[in-house]
T-cell receptor, first 116, second 110 residues
């Protein structure tokens, strides 16, 4: 089954404790992305990757890191989480890297992160 | 600065009637527009899209209309069904960016 998986689905942590949210897709997609969803703000892009070893900042990259060492995986790293990073996070992937998003983007089920 | 706006946080519609969800954008460089649907505890799923060179795209019960001069798009669902109850996000794309609106929670009442 074609899918994007994220782990963990729920996480409660404390300020400053490094964490990683994993993302994996089994569709051989080139483009992968991370979003956060906050009330009243919709989904905002954190980072994206157009291929292995190629990553770029989205609209809200501060406090986050990513890596793309393999095509299927795109982990999101919070080196020193803070309470303002409490949010619902989504990983997404799509086949091509065209600028117009004309091909379907598939989203993972989400990771709800709480930073105390 | 919110480049894509959905000004109605929620909408309630009777089953069988038409649901109309609205979206406004500010950036003229956007050239492709999409609607996503999201159920609780799931990721958004693609619903329908439209290119900036068109003014209408239809897929079954779903139709998206684009008014470029007004920088406005709308999603029409007819007839509305209980399974359509979800949060709907509009999104606009261009230059490797996909910008989402805040979302509208649609509730279909029996």
């Amino acid at each position: 089954e074609a899918q994007v998986t994220q782990n963990p689905r729920y996480l409660i942590t404390v300020t400053g404790k490094k964490l990683t949210v994993t993302c994996s897709q089994n569709m051989n997609h080139e483009y992968m992305s991370w979003y956060r969803q906050d009330p009243g703000l919709g989904l905002r892009q954190i980072y994206y990757s157009m291929n292995v070893e190629v990553t770029d900042k989205g609209d809200v990259p501060e406090g986050y890191k990513v890596s793309r060492k393999e095509k299927r995986n795109f982990p999101l790293i919070l080196e020193s989480p803070s309470p303002n990073q409490t949010s619902l996070y989504f990983c997404a992937s799509r086949l091509t890297t065209g600028g117009a998003f004309t091909d379907t983007q598939y989203f993972g089920p989400g990771t709800r992160l709480t930073v105390l | 600065d919110q480049q894509v706006k959905q000004n109605s946080p929620s909408l309630s519609v009777q089953e069988g009637r038409i649901s109309i969800l609205n979206c406004d954008y500010t950036n003229s460089m956007f050239d492709y527009f999409l609607w996503y649907k999201k159920y609780p505890a799931e990721g958004p799923t693609f619903l329908i899209s439209i290119s900036s060179i068109k003014d209408k795209n239809e897929d079954g019960r779903f139709t998206v209309f684009l008014n470029k001069s007004a920088k406005h798009l709308s999603l029409h669902i007819v007839p509305s069904q209980p399974g359509d109850s979800a949060v709907y996000f509009c999104a606009a794309s261009g230059a490797q960016k996909l910008v989402f609106g805040q979302g509208t929670r649609l509730t279909i009442n029996p």
